[in-house]
């Protein structure tokens, strides 16, 4: 056995990955980015929309600050998030993009003077101050107060992966309803219009969406409408985290971006949030992670990596000589043809109960995978045998925690339950598994503490209104009130640690400066 | 939809470097044709329900991560967005990438080429005060037509094509190629990057960089993103005879 030792170990050489190994590197730890693919392969390269940081430069985003991106996220959340998460975040993003763009990032910058934009559906003409001219600028992506998604062109997620991985690179390491549908052959579709946005706007904004028009579906998006079909794009949960990334039951186990419910998305991401994260989280969590390297020296005994070792190792050596068992690839089709019909956007209690039975199923049927192509290296079937079961069990918590969640928030939209329940679910889906051998997962939750919040559970101010509040609501924002009251002489970033007093590492306290407005 | 769905013939190079006995050969396999099919999908289903052990290499399947570039009917391009329907004869002849190390079939080694690539360049910005940045301040001003600018040329995804479309390359194992030439004038261009002149001259001022390119300019023909490579090149080429 050869055991490679390391001080941090990375797994996913997406944004969040390369930017926790850079801030452990920084602070001289050696690194190791696990990666299944170059880095710059990875799927942070396809986020186009952007990046939310609070740099009001762009007079569409006049007056935004951390306080408003910190509204926008806990609303869009549906009070789900963490807010002492939230916070650290909406007060990190502005450094983060200005850290990306010292590293390359080309943003897009603001233009001084007039120009034409879009405004729900509309043409209308904007005047961008000349004051502004070079900084930073900002589009819209919905959901929010103010303009605040920052991006390059068409490509942010491309531009920003190329400029981290260099970055790393640098540093010396890096291993490797069923609605109103059209029918199609794929499934029911519906018709995207943006013509209305013209020529010169979608070829330079939008000219990846473009080039996936013409290369893919042969047609014009400038003069035609393109077929969309809704699919799973992005997952709010992840592996559980405390505020600094760590896991709460496994210590030394940090998580951040995707992969983690460090919990700044609550129920609902905002768009131009989850590239955010990515960076923003690896900022905070690499800090924390270093902190830990510094605090505890590795102590291994050798036995434990020889147990986990020979464990994995007959895993695979089962799977190799077993002559007769199911077909991993029609496994992952069933799998997600019931996510699809059953697990969907709208969602109801008899539909999760049966996705819910007939996963159960697919996950004793995958412990009994055999493969065609019995040999142990660069085999494509093999790694489909190691993965799906797992992809099975993860389709099982989020059908699992679906079915038993009676209520509708943020993007879990129950038919039977419309309402948003305060009262009995302000709080978080915690799945486990037991075994390998489990049928299902075990379930529990975390409160949601009203009391804490800085921002008490209310409306978005989108969508309807159906809520069952917390008994806890109007208390939270009577002292809240209380608070203001009595500290009438303070600025909203006293008034903001005395909401909420969350530990930022030192490194990024500082207050944000903005064009027109200085550091307040 | 036409009345009958043609049957596609894919002839797929296959080889297993790793396997005892292995030979190269190409193997044919035959695909009933779906509206919209590209041969990501195809490939993939072969791989489903043909034959397994089939290796080919995709990530984002939308022409973004680069990785799916092989040599398609004599030339290579993103398998990723080429449609089958495309191809009038329904025949279709897929090889790997040249000028790269192979993996197995379809799927070769540029992550290996690109980050040795990236250490040659120093693909990143050199700015010894870049560490030094107040990120609490407002960021240094760019006129927003030059970020465009370097917004142009960052565009690469490091797919290779232009390196196994170069001829150049084949007769200099070490030439630098395209995509390396693209990143560099990318990072020339960049106000940020405080390199000099002089300096980009030691990464490429000999017959392995820019000046030993033939101009035969495959690069500009196959690049998948359009990328103004021989514009580039010919920039970088003068910058460069300018300075000895």
Redesign the interface.
């Known amino acids: 056995m050869k055991v490679i030792y390391t001080d941090s170990l990375v797994i996913g050489g997406g944004l969040a990955g390369l930017r926790v190994a850079i801030a452990a590197m920084q602070r001289g730890y050696d690194t190791i980015v696990l990666s299944l693919?170059?880095a710059?392969?990875?799927?942070s390269?396809?986020a186009q929309g952007g990046m939310q940081a609070s740099l009001g430069a762009c007079v569409k985003g006049e007056g935004d600050d951390e306080d408003v991106h910190f509204g926008d996220t806990v609303k869009g959340s549906d009070w789900g998030c963490d807010q002492d998460v939230a916070r650290m975040f909406v007060n990190t993003a502005?450094?983060?993009?200005?850290?990306l763009?010292?590293?390359?990032v080309?943003?897009?910058?603001?233009?001084g003077g007039d120009r034409e934009v879009i405004i729900n559906g509309e043409k209308v003409t904007i005047t961008e101050n000349h004051e502004a001219?070079?900084?930073?600028?900002a589009r819209d992506f919905g959901g929010t107060k103010k303009w605040r998604t920052c991006f390059?062109?068409d490509?942010t997620?491309?531009?920003m992966l190329?400029?981290m991985?260099?970055?790393a690179?640098?540093l010396g390491t890096?291993h490797?309803r069923k609605g109103k549908g059209v029918p199609?052959?794929?499934g029911d579709h519906l018709w995207l219009d943006i013509t209305l946005l013209g020529r010169k706007h979608i070829e330079k904004n939008l000219r990846?969406v473009k080039?996936?028009c013409e290369?893919?579906?042969?047609i014009d998006p400038v003069k035609e409408y393109i077929p969309v079909r809704p699919t799973q794009h992005y997952s709010m949960g992840g592996v559980r985290t405390n505020a600094t990334g760590e896991s709460p039951t496994l210590k030394g186990l940090f998580s951040a971006g995707e992969a983690a419910c460090w919990d700044m998305h609550g129920f609902n991401r905002l768009g131009g949030n989850s590239v955010a994260e990515t960076v923003v989280a690896g900022m905070l969590v690499g800090e924390f992670v270093a902190d830990y390297c510094a605090a505890n020296p590795l102590k291994v005994s050798t036995a434990t990596i020889a147990h986990f070792l020979k464990k994995e190792e007959n895993k695979i050596t089962d799977l190799l000589v077993r002559d007769f068992g199911e077909n991993p690839?029609e496994l992952k089709?069933q799998m997600q043809k019931i996510m699809m019909d059953k697990v969907g956007i709208f969602r109801n209690g008899p539909d999760l109960e049966q996705a819910v039975e007939e996963l159960t199923v697919l996950n004793q049927r995958a412990r009994n995978i055999a493969?065609?192509?019995r040999?142990s290296?660069?085999?494509?079937?093999l790694v489909?045998a190691i993965r799906v079961p797992k992809m099975i069990k993860l389709a099982q918590c989020v059908a699992y925690g679906a079915l038993l969640r009676t209520e509708s928030r943020g993007a879990h939209a129950r038919e039977d339950y419309p309402e948003r329940n305060d009262r009995d679910w302000l709080r978080r889906t915690l799945t486990t598994w037991k075994d390998d051998g489990s049928d299902l997962p075990d379930i529990s939750y975390e409160d949601l503490d009203v009391m804490k919040m800085e921002m008490p559970p209310g409306s978005r101010g989108y969508g309807v209104d159906n809520i069952i509040l917390h008994p806890d609501s109007e208390k939270r924002m009577a002292e809240i009130e209380e608070i203001k009251k009595t500290n009438s002489a303070a600025d909203r970033l006293e008034l903001q640690q005395l909401l909420n007093p969350t530990p930022i590492p030192e490194k990024f306290k500082?207050?944000?400066?903005?064009?027109g407005r200085g550091?307040k | 939809m036409s009345d009958q769905a043609r049957v596609l013939k894919f002839q797929i190079f296959r080889y297993n470097p790793l396997k005892k006995g292995d030979k190269p050969r190409m193997v044919t396999y035959e695909v009933t044709e779906a509206p919209g099919m590209t041969i990501f999908i195809a490939l993939n289903e072969i791989r489903e329900t043909q034959d397994p052990s089939l290796q080919f290499d995709f990530v984002c399947r939308a022409g973004i991560c680069g990785s799916c570039a092989m040599v398609i009917n004599g030339q290579p391009d993103l398998a990723c967005r080429t449609l089958t329907a495309n191809f009038k004869d329904g025949e279709i002849k897929l090889l790997p990438l040249p000028g790269f190390e192979l993996i197995g079939d379809l799927s070769v080694n540029t992550g290996k080429f690109m980050r040795a690539m990236s250490e040659r360049i120093e693909s990143w910005i050199h700015d010894q005060h870049a560490d030094d940045v107040n990120y609490d301040k407002l960021e240094e001003r760019m006129d927003p037509d030059v970020a465009e600018e370097i917004y142009e040329l960052e565009r690469c995804v490091e797919c290779g094509a232009c390196v196994s479309a170069c001829a150049t390359k084949r007769m200099r194992p070490d030439f630098l190629s395209a995509v390396g030439f693209m990143h560099l004038a990318r990072f020339a261009l960049d106000p940020r990057d405080k390199r000099t002149d002089e300096e980009f001259y030691e990464i490429m001022g000999n017959d392995d960089g820019v000046f030993g390119c033939m101009t035969l300019l495959g690069c500009e023909d196959y690049c998948p993103k359009d990328l103004p490579h021989q514009t580039q090149i010919a920039y970088l080429r003068r910058k460069m005879a300018l300075i000895k």
């Open positions: 693919i170059p710059k392969r990875s799927h390269a396809a502005p450094k983060a993009i200005r850290q763009a010292a590293w390359g080309p943003w897009s910058r603001v233009r001219h070079g900084l930073i600028t390059t062109s490509g997620g491309h531009t190329y400029a991985d260099n970055k690179i640098e890096e490797m199609s052959p794929y990846e080039e996936i290369y893919f579906l042969g690839f089709a493969l065609r192509n040999i290296s660069s085999n494509p079937e489909e500082g207050k944000n400066e903005r064009i550091y």
